[in-house]
């Protein structure tokens, strides 16, 4: 039987590393990239955007990510896109070891917790990013851990608290949920240690380049310009959007929360309370926003495991199920190897750099022919590439650390609203040549561009296409 187990962990953990081996299309490691470049150019973080030509001095918000910053600057410094890639991977493999450490904590042997891995990694496929919610997820997931394992007796774990609250409010502003998960457990573990290291926890969180701000900062803009990305950006549509509600991510969330709440309806009273307020918690992220699947999904797994190591509920899983589990893991590994996951080229494949038919490359070598001296326009979801890309030879249109909910509205989604609106935006920021991606609303734009004979239509690529007004000719 044990040796079954191995088996199966070694199956599974290749699963999520051919999951995880993709190239590159996340925007949000290009701006990690800028900032820390810049760091290192200047001497200190910049306080105004200095990527910008469409909003002069403006002000942003990005300490509250540094450490991430350097780090992932010093993988990329090390081993290139390669490297972050492979980083990327053992992130998401460590979560998997905190769970199957877990299990093992809980004396809980079954196979049963491959299972909750397999639905937690496809449930997470299309978040599997390099980004610096990768520290949250792991942290989140420590967090709860030393939780659970505080219910029945106090834990020397919990003087790790405060330590790992000093690292993630510099990493990422996950930490709040940390900080909710341990604020809500003070209602049901009363050890005098833990209430310490709890509150020094958030006192850690303090030990931030914007003191009390860096903590209320998150919570401020999700009230405030939240809203707009909640309306226009795809990580943060809910999971019953049209985008979303038919995906297959969306599917195995959804029978990872079935599970859990089977398992809740059968847990003993003395659990009862906690772990309903941590389920209903971990549900309404995954499903709120699809930026949080990732996180919601392991932690679901690793509260099913809290719960079904409980003696009432153990599920003895006989020879042939467990045979069943290890050929099925193989046949999922082999469909992986051979037609990939996503069915989009070269999403299919493992391959260790960015995405070539997402960001633009000849587009950007025609730009260059062109000698266009003018603004360009670009789309929301490039500008973060294009400022690494052009280290300030040219500054962007926007990029996606803008948070800024009316400049966001009146000057780019409104871009195609009417010909009144284009030519505003055209006119007021003298723009010379607009560099579209083929995603995420290019369409009704390109096609109105298409019937303005002034703009002409250079050039394409797999993953945008290029535009200049005909006095640049």
Not at 70 to 80: D, H
Not at 152 to 160: D, H, I, N, P
Not at 279 to 305: H, P, Q
Request: net charge positive; charged share 15%; glycine share 6%.
């Amino acid at each position: 039987m044990q040796k079954t187990y191995w088996v199966i962990a070694l199956l599974v953990g290749a699963i999520f590393t051919i999951l995880c081996l993709a190239p590159i299309m996340t925007n949000d490691l290009f701006i990690y990239l800028s900032i820390a470049r810049e760091y290192f150019a200047t001497g200190m973080w910049p306080t105004i955007d200095p990527f910008l030509f469409s909003i002069p001095q403006y002000h942003w918000d990005i300490l509250h990510e540094w450490l991430t910053f350097l780090i992932f600057y010093a993988i990329y410094m090390a081993g290139g896109y390669p490297l972050i890639i492979i980083f990327k991977t053992l992130c998401i493999l460590a979560l998997m070891v905190i769970t199957l450490k877990f299990a093992r904590l809980k004396k809980y042997h079954s196979p049963l917790v491959f299972v909750l891995l397999l639905l937690a990694i496809f449930s997470s496929a299309s978040r599997l990013h390099e980004k610096a919610s990768l520290f949250s997820n792991i942290l989140t997931s420590l967090v709860l851990i030393i939780t659970f394992l505080n219910q029945s007796r106090f834990s020397k774990t919990t003087f790790a608290l405060p330590l790992v609250f000093l690292i993630w409010v510099n990493l990422h502003p996950g930490f709040l949920v940390g900080l909710a998960i341990c604020g809500f457990s003070l209602l049901f573990i009363r050890h005098r240690y833990y209430l310490y290291s709890v509150v020094g926890s958030f006192f850690a969180c303090l030990i931030n380049p914007k003191g009390i701000y860096g903590i209320t900062w998150p919570i401020e803009f999700m009230q405030n310009d939240g809203g707009l990305f909640k309306k226009h950006i795809f990580e943060y549509f809910s999971l019953w959007h049209p985008v979303w509600i038919t995906n297959r991510e969306t599917f195995f969330f959804l029978t990872l929360v079935s599970f859990c709440f089977y398992l809740l309806m059968r847990t003993p009273r003395k659990l009862y309370s906690y772990e309903t307020g941590l389920f209903i918690l971990f549900t309404f992220l995954g499903v709120w926003a699809v930026r949080f699947l990732e996180s919601s999904s392991f932690l679901l797994c690793l509260l099913c495991v809290n719960l079904a190591s409980e003696k009432e509920l153990q599920m003895q899983w006989s020879k042939s199920a467990q045979t069943v589990l290890l050929y099925g893991c193989l046949a999922v590994l082999g469909l992986l190897a051979t037609q990939g996951y996503r069915r989009v080229p070269p999403l299919d494949q493992i391959y260790l750099g960015i995405n070539e038919s997402y960001y633009p490359s000849v587009t950007l070598d025609a730009i260059e022919k062109l000698n266009i001296k003018g603004n360009i326009f670009n789309s929301h979801g490039i500008g973060s590439y294009l400022a690494w890309k052009w280290n300030h030879k040219r500054n962007v249109f926007i990029h996606e650390a803008v948070t800024d909910y009316e400049f966001f509205r009146d000057n780019f989604y409104y871009v195609s609203r009417s010909l009144e609106d284009f030519n505003r935006i055209m006119n007021g920021f003298k723009i010379e040549a607009i560099l579209l991606t083929k995603n995420y609303g290019t369409p009704p734009l390109s096609r109105v561009l298409e019937k303005m004979p002034e703009w002409r239509f250079i050039v394409e690529d797999d993953g945008s296409m290029l535009f200049v007004h005909e006095r640049n000719l």
